[in-house]
């Protein structure tokens, strides 16, 4: 486990550099003006999706290739995922006594045998070796940004965050006897949740929001809002701060979008229906391209309309226009029915 952690860290290293010398890096985050709502009826059509890869040894053949340079050398984020990987297989294998002794010496030890610090595996380092697996399934993944490693890369950290936290939790108990402990494990932590919120702006904000990844988004923003009142983000290595800020702007326009798409939907959404799909259904359009909501109008439905538009805090301009829209066209629409009873 040690040496294959130590291995990993070396190539690890190699690929932050080759990351910060990058052009990617130099752009720094995702554009947020480029993620906002864009009407799907006047947007053009997005490019068809690869095809899928479906067998195991397709996806075994395209991981292999994916970490590999355009003159078939195997990438450092390459080396270092593998590395971690073993690593990270090999502690979960370890059935630890207590969470920081293996099993097989916990028993020589009630055996009679001298108990030694060398066999521990306490909680700094267990921290350490997820928060680099982490880190090098994001370098990894950015060398591939396809379906099937974005799903791979998703999937490891979560799995590292989980574990990060959990981990965090057992020392935060003890924190004034092993204060160094503390920060070591808070310190990795951080870098688990700036990982995460990596990838959440370069994956699922990606595609039109929803309530459940605004919540998760919202959840490492608060992780992360913790960790630095408490001091553990300062020396933790973190490569660009902008990516928290970013998803700080994402996450406060995807919650006003919402918000926005509930009042014209006349109801709250479920966790997993997108934004696009949720307007798409609720807004038709006249002859002229007027905004037209989808469900009968009433004095109550504008006035909720209304209110949304002034309780969102900072939603997408086109969705807001559309909105906007919407209530001119409604309050005509009940005018014109006013008028009509009258001449009646």
């Not at 050398?73 to 390459?78: I, P, Q, R």
């Not at 267990?126 to 399934?137: G, I, K, N, P, R």
């Not at 609720?282 to 989808?294: C, N, R």
């Not at 005509?332 to 001449?343: P, T, V």
Request: charged letters at 20%; proline letters at 6%; hydrophobic letters at 40%.
């Amino acid at each position: 486990m040690r040496s294959e952690a130590e291995a990993g860290l070396r190539h690890l290293e190699q690929a932050k550099r080759e990351c910060m010398e990058s052009a990617a890096f130099q752009r720094g985050p995702p554009d947020i003006s480029q993620m906002c709502f864009t009407d799907p009826n006047k947007s053009p059509p997005p490019p068809p999706p690869p095809p899928p890869i479906s067998q195991v040894h397709d996806i075994n053949f395209h991981l292999q290739e994916s970490g590999t340079s355009s003159t078939g050398e195997e990438l450092a984020s390459e080396k270092a995922f593998k590395c971690f990987v073993r690593s990270v297989h090999a502690l979960q294998s370890l059935d630890l006594h207590g969470d920081v002794v293996p099993q097989v010496f916990a028993e020589l030890v009630a055996a009679g045998a001298a108990e030694s610090r060398e066999t521990h595996v306490l909680e700094d380092e267990q921290a350490e070796l997820y928060s680099c697996w982490a880190e090098s399934v994001l370098l990894k993944f950015r060398g591939c940004t396809c379906p099937g490693c974005a799903a791979l890369a998703i999937q490891a950290v979560r799995m590292a965050h989980i574990q990060a936290t959990r981990l965090f939790g057992k020392v935060d108990r003890v924190k004034q006897s092993h204060a160094e402990r503390w920060r070591a494990v808070g310190q990795a932590l951080a870098r688990v949740v700036y990982v995460h919120i990596c990838l959440l702006l370069e994956t699922e904000a990606q595609a039109s929001p929803t309530r459940s990844l605004v919540w998760r988004a919202e959840q490492c923003l608060r992780e992360w809002d913790r960790l630095e009142k408490a001091g553990l983000t300062q020396g933790a290595g973190v490569l660009d701060p902008r990516h928290v800020a970013a998803l700080q702007l994402w996450a406060k326009t995807a919650d006003s979008d919402l918000y926005l798409a509930e009042a014209l939907h006349g109801q709250s959404m479920p966790p997993t229906k997108t934004l696009q799909e949720v307007v798409q259904a609720s807004v038709t359009y006249g002859a002229d391209d007027t905004p037209i909501l989808a469900r009968p109008v009433s004095t109550e439905v504008v006035g909720n309309l209304e209110q949304a538009i002034t309780l969102s805090s900072l939603p997408s301009p086109m969705l807001a226009h559309i909105v906007r829209g919407v209530v001119v066209n409604a309050v005509a629409e009940l005018a014109a029915a006013a008028r009509l009873r009258e001449f009646v």
